[in-house]
């Protein structure tokens, strides 16, 4: 069974007076990946802290703080990593060949499989407070599916979902020959403050590919934005970020935000 772009509902409920959805755009560029990982979980930590202060506030009457959202956008040099329920044998290479691939390899606490961060893909990070906007974990997933999925028509491309696997696919019509995967998820969520993102091939180097088994999945082939426009056409990260970032703002019912002051003193170092 397949599911269809169409078949997702973007209602949200009405914002709350306690409810912030501006969102903090960090805009890294290319970036080490550990550092970037370790600037999500201090922006996670200080949500947390807030909650729990909220929480404890609630017994004296004091008035709630807003919560902050985040959005990381960003590229990683090569960069294999291996989600909680993954397993290791899915990385085809070992330490000698991971160094002579220029590689780098983690074990990290989001959901789901083995997964590629290159140069040429556009990965978001988004930190949320999703009861800042629906507290449903399903909802979150399809939302960045659809902005992924909506920023794709945009390039001519018919992008959807298959039933059972996250992500974003071509040829993924019931009966397709060929679905492609063209754009990964992975999160974690932590009292409705998520953690880790979504990865869209742009034009990296899809030879990288081979050397897992991506997402743990061996039938299906792995494509991207640059592949599928075919020779001639130039795609870029920027453009492609530019064209999602709006996507999906709407379909959060967010509103895009500088980062503060108040963010983590915190800056990962360009790669």
């Known amino acids: 069974m397949v599911s ?15 409810a912030n959805r501006a969102v903090q755009v960090h805009r890294l560029g ?13 922006l996670m930590d200080a949500t947390l802290a807030i909650k729990t202060q909220n929480r404890l506030g609630e017994a004296t009457g004091a008035a709630p703080v807003l919560t902050p959202n985040h959005l990381l956008l960003c590229e990683h040099p090569h960069t ?15 330490d000698e060949a991971l160094a002579a691939h220029e590689a780098s390899f983690h074990r990290i606490n989001r959901g789901g499989d083995i997964t590629y961060h290159g140069p040429g893909q556009l990965v978001g990070y988004p930190i949320l407070d999703l ?21 794709l028509a945009e390039y001519g491309l018919n992008a959807g979902r298959i039933a059972g696997l996250t992500g974003v696919w071509l040829d993924w019509e019931d009966g397709a020959l060929n679905p492609r995967k063209i754009c990964a998820l992975g999160v974690k969520c932590s009292r409705w403050v998520t953690l880790h993102g979504f990865a869209l091939n742009v034009a990296p180097d899809l030879s990288y590919f081979g050397h897992i088994v991506p997402c743990g999945i061996t039938d299906k082939a792995v494509t991207s934005l640059a592949r599928e426009l075919g020779p001639g056409a130039t795609v870029t990260v920027a453009d492609v970020q530019k064209r999602l970032l709006p996507h999906l703002l709407a379909l959060l019912g967010g509103t895009e935000s500088a980062p503060q002051a108040t963010a983590p003193a915190f800056t990962p170092k360009p790669a």
């Not at 290319?30 to 201090?42: G, I, K, R």
């Not at 294999?80 to 070992?94: D, F, I, R, V």
């Open 4 to 18: 269809s772009a169409p078949s997702f509902s973007a209602s949200l409920p009405a914002a709350s007076l306690a």
């Open 30 to 42: 290319l970036v080490e990946y550990v550092p970037t990982w370790q600037f999500q979980e201090a």
């Open 80 to 94: 294999y990593t291996l989600g909680k329920s993954g397993k290791p044998e899915h990385l085809l290479l070992n």
């Open 131 to 151: 009861d800042n906007f629906r507290p449903d974990i399903h909802w979150y997933l399809r939302t960045l599916e659809e902005a992924v999925i909506r920023t």
